[in-house]
């Protein structure tokens, strides 16, 4: 799953953009319960936590694979319902500023940004 995620970020790292370690805290997050996969052979992943009221979707990663195949949005609507389910009424999540298809995507499927702070863009959406 790390090889996936760290792929998926790849292109962005090859077009000079300084990112975290997307992949970093794996480990913890599956310990935790808080990482989903889509696809025996996974196509796309998703980490996120809740502590009602609050979700925070950590990160959304697709194969290159299945790029365009919509896997992206099964996850988010995953996300999105299971928050619900667990008692949260608001997802909160940060995206890098210097992507703003990312920005653009999220604001289009309900988030607002509420604050920058350096390379990240906050966002929240209620549920």
């Not at 998926?8 to 953009?17: I, M, W």
């Not at 310990?31 to 950590?58: N, S």
């Not at 195949?69 to 299971?82: C, E, K, N, P, S």
């Not at 992507?99 to 350096?118: C, F, K, S």
Request: with cysteine; proline share 5%.
């Amino acid at each position: 799953m790390a090889g996936l995620i760290d792929a998926a970020y790849q292109p962005y790292r090859d077009c000079g953009l300084v990112l975290p370690d997307v992949s970093g805290g794996l480990d913890e997050a599956i310990a935790a319960g808080q990482v989903w996969v889509i696809g025996e052979v996974p196509l796309g992943v998703l980490m996120m936590a809740t502590t009602p009221p609050d979700a925070h979707l950590m990160n959304i990663a697709v194969s290159a694979a299945a790029k365009g195949q919509g896997i992206g949005g099964q996850l988010i609507r995953f996300a999105l319902d299971h928050a619900r389910a667990t008692g949260c009424s608001r997802m909160a999540l940060a995206t890098h500023k210097d992507i703003p298809e990312n920005v653009a995507l999220y604001e289009h499927l309900g988030w607002q940004v509420t604050a920058r702070d350096g390379m990240k863009v906050l966002m929240s959406r209620d549920l």
